[in-house]
């Protein structure tokens, strides 16, 4: 599977009043790698991909965390994130956050492939994942 690879300063805003980062903002950091990994399996922005797969995105329907040391303000961090599996509509995302070489976050989600549902447009439902994302992100390869 493809492994997007991106570095991350830990900012001020990041962080408790300590200097240690808010476990709140583990998950929005895991959340731009998710969108990151596939802006760099597709070849397209966010915004570009929604219209391409007619779709409004993939919400997490799962999560959970593994916190092993904190990190802090001023850190640079390395976060890696990959699908781990793949079904219908819906899939896993790992997550690695690494400071020093060291797994100091590990985190899991189940996101859900997802779109207005025709008959009630106010609600979204599931939707197979095209075979062509599928594809992209099963590559095998790092990048960075």
């Not at 597709?42 to 959970?64: E, H, N, S, W």
């Amino acid at each position: 599977m493809l492994v997007n690879t991106r570095t991350v300063r830990i900012e001020w805003g990041d962080c408790d009043p300590a200097g240690i980062v808010y476990y709140p903002r583990y998950f929005e950091m895991f959340d731009t790698s998710t969108a990151y990994l596939f802006e760099r399996a597709l070849g397209m922005t966010k915004r570009q991909y929604l219209a391409a797969f007619d779709f409004i995105g993939f919400p997490m329907v799962d999560t959970r965390a593994r916190f092993s040391f904190p990190t802090r303000y001023g850190d640079d961090v390395v976060i890696e994130t990959t699908v781990k599996e793949f079904r219908r509509s819906s899939f896993d995302v790992h997550h690695r956050l690494l400071k020093d070489g060291a797994m100091a976050v590990e985190a899991f989600e189940t996101r859900v492939w997802s779109a207005r549902d025709p008959s009630d447009p106010d609600k979204i439902k599931s939707r197979p994942i095209p075979e062509q994302v599928i594809a992209r992100l099963s590559a095998g390869g790092r990048e960075a």
